[in-house]
């Protein structure tokens, strides 16, 4: 069983890796693909609140799916519609592929989110000690090697199609390869029952409640409208107001999702030494301290600085945001997560536009104040990071040694 457990966390790590490395390749590719499309600076905007709007659409669908298939079922289908769709962005000539393109990449990875973590929230709660970070680590790398691939492109000058190509024939094939070992924890026969009597995970689970959820609901937007500003307009940043080049703009991307990897691969054990709401609290504050320095940098590279603290802030809050979910609602815990990632979106759809409006209408430089002010809220909700079953989420976590999960492939 030890021997599932593992293979499973690697398999659900190779996901998270995955999905970093296409969404870090169609982001950081936007200026090329209003390029390629003859998108115009007023309809940009549409197309990129598309994606998130349609996403959140999936979470709800899979919080809906996943009462009647598993989490792993839902996993293993989802992701190879994002890479084909990820492809189809690069191969369409018109505004309608493009459209269709970007619904099918945003319903699939509503559903690909929510099933990642998912799954990973029921990990941590077999192995009984935070996991969570690193399954969000790969995706961090699968993110630095995405937008590492995306500079390449942009610096030779490559089509989008043969940028994409590759990276589909190799990812695909082994993502489905991968899947046959996925764990769906709290459905073996070992599976240990949460107070009650119900399983955690098991849809029969307690039911949500709002008041509970939405202090993280709020955390979890925050955050998300900081990283949609890195993602969407980091790249515009550095060249329209800091005055760089354009294949320096593809960095800044890149260093965030270093820090963001860096961050959250020592983060699993910040959190087993002080607990999750300490590591939340520093978290917030050091994002914070990034966008004041991206707000006043001077140059490009200061500007740089500045996202690398932002990396190293926003890092820890998503992932304990999802475990905090599983914790309060270990009854319910794929409703909770499914809910709670329909967030991830509404931080993306709020994000983009707002840093954008505010741009046009004041500065870019003053919009950027903005999610440095919202991440500071984040310090009013570091209690419920601490919440859940005593002993865990804490710090101190205690293993559930019989809560076994059962690998999707029936070992």
Not at 382 to 397: K, L, M, N, Q, V
Request: hydrophobic letters at 55%.
């Amino acid at each position: 069983m030890t021997d599932v457990l593992r293979r499973g966390r690697a398999s659900l790590a190779f996901s998270f890796f995955a999905q970093g490395v296409a969404f870090a390749l169609l982001v950081t590719r936007i200026p090329a693909i209003q390029d390629r499309y003859g998108v115009s600076d007023g309809l940009l905007p549409a197309f990129l609140a598309a994606v998130p709007i349609l996403a959140g659409v999936g979470s709800v669908c899979t919080e809906q799916l996943v009462k009647r298939v598993p989490p792993s079922h839902v996993l293993r289908w989802s992701q190879p519609v994002v890479l084909l769709a990820l492809l189809g962005v690069g191969a369409g000539d018109g505004l309608w592929a493009l459209g269709l393109s970007l619904a099918a990449f945003g319903l699939a990875v509503g559903a690909l989110d929510a099933s990642m973590n998912m799954l990973g929230v029921s990990l941590q709660h077999t192995y009984g000690r935070s996991i969570m970070l690193g399954f969000h680590a790969a995706y961090s790398l699968g993110g630095i090697i995405g937008a590492s691939l995306a500079w390449a492109g942009a610096h030779w000058d490559l089509a989008l199609f043969v940028s994409y190509l590759p990276v589909v024939v190799v990812l695909l094939p082994a993502a489905l390869v991968g899947s046959r070992w996925y764990v769906d924890g709290g459905g073996g026969p070992a599976a240990v029952p949460a107070p009650g009597g119900e399983v955690p995970g098991e849809p029969g689970g307690a039911g949500v409640g709002l008041k509970l959820l939405l202090p993280l609901c709020l955390v979890m937007a925050f955050a998300y409208i900081g990283d949609s500003t890195v993602s969407n307009w980091s790249a515009k940043y550095l060249q329209d107001v800091l005055g760089s080049s354009e294949q320096l703009a593809t960095v800044p991307y890149n260093v965030y999702m270093v820090t963001t990897l860096l961050g959250r691969a020592v983060g699993d054990f910040g959190v087993r030494r002080f607990g999750a709401a300490a590591v939340v609290r520093v978290g917030a504050l050091v994002a914070a301290v990034g966008f004041a320095v991206v707000a006043g940098a001077p140059g490009a590279w200061v500007g740089m600085l500045g996202f690398t603290f932002v990396g190293f802030g926003l890092c820890v809050i998503v992932p304990q945001t999802f475990a905090a979910a599983g914790r309060l609602f270990p009854g319910a815990a794929d409703a909770a997560v499914a809910r709670l990632n329909i967030f991830n979106y509404v931080g993306f759809l709020v994000g983009s536009p707002l840093v954008g409006a505010l741009g046009d209408a004041w500065s870019y430089r003053g919009a950027m104040l903005v999610p440095m002010v919202l991440v500071l809220v984040t310090l009013l909700y570091a209690r419920s990071f601490a919440s859940g079953p005593a002993g865990y989420g804490d710090g101190h976590e205690r293993p559930r040694t019989a809560d076994v999960g059962r690998g999707s492939n029936g070992l």
